[in-house]
């Protein structure tokens, strides 16, 4: 399985963007799947996950009521819809896939893409 995250970029505070993770293989359904991100100098943190039927979804209570997950299992597609963007929400963006459905823990996620860059400024 491999994941490739796209759709970052420069983007004043205030806007939107959307991110997309373009998945390999044929099982992409049978995973939860989530965002995290990295700031500079920061941990990685937990941002939005999403269970493979999309029923279930968690976000973090920084970003929730922004940013909206979702999936299309046909199109081997996930994505993260940020709105409302903010200087803080600068960092680079990663997708990645649980093999034990949605998960708010990085541990449990065990394919991860590249990573996408999103720059908010002020």
């Known amino acids: 399985v491999q994941l490739q995250a796209s759709g970052g970029g420069l983007v004043q505070a205030g806007g939107s963007l959307r991110l997309s993770c373009a998945v390999s293989g044929r099982t992409f359904s049978l995973y939860g799947a989530g965002w995290f991100r990295q700031a500079p100098g920061k941990e990685r943190d937990f941002v939005a996950a999403?269970?493979?039927?999309?029923?279930?979804?968690y976000y973090a209570a920084s970003v929730k009521g922004r940013f909206t997950i979702s999936r299309d299992n046909a199109e081997n597609a996930l994505y993260l819809q940020m709105n409302t963007l903010k200087v803080d929400d600068t960092a680079i963006y990663y997708c990645a896939l649980s093999p034990y459905g949605p998960a708010r823990e990085g541990s449990a996620y065990l394919y991860w893409g590249q990573g996408t860059l999103v720059t908010v400024s002020s």
């Open positions: 999403i269970s493979g039927n999309s029923i279930t979804t």
